[in-house]
T-cell receptor, first 114, second 116 residues
Framework: DTGVSQDPRHKITKRGQNVTFRCDPI?????LYWYRQTLGQGPEFLTY????????KSRLLSDRFSAERPKGSFSTLEIQRTEQGDSAMYLC????????????FGPGTRLTVL | AQKVTQAQTEISVVEKEDVTLDCVYE???????LFWYKQPPSGELVFLIR??????QNEISGRYSWNFQKSTSSFNFTITASQVVDSAVYFC?????????????FGKGTKLSVKP
């Protein structure tokens, strides 16, 4: 078991460009979560999937954000028309089945929007 | 609404000192789970412990211990004989069980610096 992996680890983009991040969860985990963390803050929930179904989205997830988890395996998070306020660490986590199961986090993707 | 408060922003101790990190939570749910995570300088969050709302027993794991008190809505974390490798940001988090909630609500974290 190699843990949760995320790609890329760092992304620098210009305002207005689209970016896409990938997360590969632990293989037997059914739940996959996306969080955003800004400097000096705790992670903030964005969205989560149970298998391929997106079950919940935070108000933080504006229309410019979209997440998918085709076939219930890896997930992608796309941000369209990036803004400087999107600069943050984007964290992916996975867990076995329910909200009582501990979530295992990936190393994150650090996004810088110039 | 659910909320987690970690009032201590930064703590600095000298190696071998004991240190307690405070966590106070708010929830209307009767069934919930509390967690502690460690985020070392490398950035990856590491799971430390999970506690459900029906289990108020304190837990000890090596140099780590946790004190859960429902009466004060607190879930404090103590490191005994701290070491330099304990330097990290520590997050307390809350989630409810069942319903539509699946996400963790994190506090803002406490940055612990352990100096040799």
């Amino acid at each position: 078991d190699t843990g949760v992996s995320q790609d890329p680890r760092h992304k620098i983009t210009k305002r207005g460009q689209n970016v896409t991040f990938r997360c590969d969860p632990i293989s037997e985990h059914n739940r996959l979560y996306w969080y955003r963390q800004t400097l000096g803050q705790g992670p903030e929930f964005l969205t989560y999937f149970q298998n391929e179904a997106q079950l919940e989205k935070s108000r933080l997830l504006s229309d410019r954000f979209s997440a998918e988890r085709p076939k219930g395996s890896f997930s992608t998070l796309e941000i369209q028309r990036t803004e400087q306020g999107d600069s943050a660490m984007y964290l992916c986590a996975s867990s076995l089945e329910t909200s009582r199961d501990e979530q295992f986090f990936g190393p994150g993707t650090r996004l810088t929007v110039l | 609404a659910q909320k987690v408060t970690q009032a201590q922003t930064e703590i600095s101790v000298v190696e071998k000192e004991d240190v307690t990190l405070d966590c106070v939570y708010e929830t209307r749910d009767t069934t919930y789970y509390l967690f502690w995570y460690k985020q070392p300088p490398s950035g990856e969050l590491v799971f430390l412990i999970r506690r459900n709302s029906f289990d108020e027993q304190n837990e000890i794991s090596g140099r780590y211990s946790w004190n859960f008190q429902k009466s004060t809505s607190s879930f404090n974390f103590t490191i005994t004989a701290s070491q330099v490798v304990d330097s990290a940001v520590y997050f307390c988090a809350l989630t409810s069980f069942g319903g539509s909630q699946g996400n963790l609500i994190f506090g803002k974290g406490t940055k612990l610096s352990v100096k040799p």
